[in-house]
C-alpha cells in the first residue's frame, strides 16, 4: 500500500499553458521510436498509475518538461497549490562509448542520410547493441526516477505522466533519445562525418551572419571564387550508397551512372 493511499481522492488543479498530449485516445507515441520507449517502458517499469498519468498527459497537466544529458525534468501541478518536481534519469554513454556508435553509422551514409532527415533508422538499435549497448532503458537499473508527491509509488502518476510526453517529445525530434543518453545532434552529426573521412558538419555551418541590408550592393556579385570540384571526391559519392539490385543490359546501374559522375 502507498502512502498515497491514505489521502482521499481529489481533482487535480487546472493548469492554462500546459504541455497536452496530442491523442485524446489510443496510444500516445506515433513514431516507432516513440512507441518503442512506450513499450519498453511498459516492460521494465511496474505500477498502477500509469492509466492516471495518461489521464494527467491528456489533461495537460504538465507545466514543463526539459531534456538534458542524463535526466528529464519536469513540473507537473496535481491537486495541491504548488506543483510537483519530476525527475527521471537515464545512464549516459561516455566518449568511448560514444566513438565505437559513431565508427558504426559512419560505416553506412544511410544512417546519416536518416539522421540528417531527422529520422531514427529503425535498426539503429542493432548498431548500440553491436558495441554492447542499449539505445532504450533495457532494466529498471537503467531509469532512477523521483517525484516530490507524497505516494510512495514509483512511477506515481505525475512520473507516469512525464514518461507519456516523453515519448511525444521523441516522436518530435528523435534526437532528444540520444542527447537523453549523452550526446547532442551537433556533436554526433560532427562525429560522424569525422569519422567517416569528410569534414565536420559545423565547418558548413560557420559562415559570417551579414544582415542583408548590408550586402544589397553585392548580393547578386560572386563573393570570391568557387572551389575547383574535386573528381575522386565526386566519383565516391556513388560508393556511399547502397546496393541497388538493378541491372541494365547486364551492367549494374552504379556502374553505368560513373561516366556523368567523373564529369565536371
Known amino acids: 500500500m502507498s ?17 497536452r498530449a496530442r491523442s485524446a485516445r489510443g496510444a500516445i507515441a506515433r513514431t516507432w521510436w516513440g512507441a518503442r520507449f512506450i513499450e519498453v517502458l511498459d516492460s521494465v517499469v511496474v505500477g ?14 504538465v507545466v514543463s518538461l526539459e531534456v538534458d ?14 506543483p510537483y518536481r519530476v525527475r527521471v534519469g537515464a545512464t549516459t554513454f561516455g566518449k568511448a562509448q560514444w566513438a565505437q556508435v559513431e565508427r558504426a553509422l559512419a560505416d553506412d551514409a544511410w544512417y546519416l542520410a536518416r539522421l540528417l532527415a531527422g529520422e531514427m533508422p529503425e535498426d539503429i538499435e542493432e548498431v548500440f547493441a553491436g558495441v554492447g549497448l542499449s539505445l532504450f532503458p533495457s532494466s529498471a537499473d537503467d531509469l532512477s526516477m523521483d517525484c516530490s508527491c507524497p ?8 512520473l507516469a505522466a512525464t514518461l507519456y510526453l516523453l515519448a511525444e517529445s521523441f516522436d518530435e525530434d528523435p534526437f532528444r533519445i540520444l542527447a537523453w543518453r549523452g550526446r547532442t545532434r ?16 559545423a565547418d558548413a555551418r560557420e559562415e559570417t551572419d551579414v544582415p542583408l541590408e548590408e550586402r544589397l550592393d553585392t ?37 553505368l551512372l560513373g561516366p556523368a559522375y567523373r564529369q565536371r
Open 186 to 201: 551537433e556533436d554526433l552529426l560532427d562525429n560522424i562525418g569525422a569519422a567517416a573521412g569528410g569534414p565536420p558538419a
Open 48 to 61: 498502477g498509475r500509469m492509466q492516471r498519468g495518461r489521464t494527467y498527459a491528456r489533461k495537460g497537466q
Open 3 to 19: 502512502k498515497d493511499s491514505f489521502y482521499p481522492p481529489s481533482r487535480p488543479r487546472a493548469v492554462e499553458g500546459g504541455i
Open 151 to 158: 505516494d510512495w509509488s514509483v512511477p506515481c502518476k505525475h
Open 219 to 255: 548580393f547578386y556579385q560572386l563573393q570570391g571564387e568557387l572551389p575547383a570540384s574535386a573528381p575522386a571526391a565526386v566519383a565516391s559519392l556513388l560508393g556511399q550508397v547502397p546496393q541497388v539490385a538493378v541491372r541494365v543490359r547486364g551492367r549494374p546501374l552504379v556502374e
Open 69 to 82: 544529458a542524463g535526466t528529464v525534468s519536469a513540473v507537473v501541478q496535481g491537486s495541491r497549490a504548488r
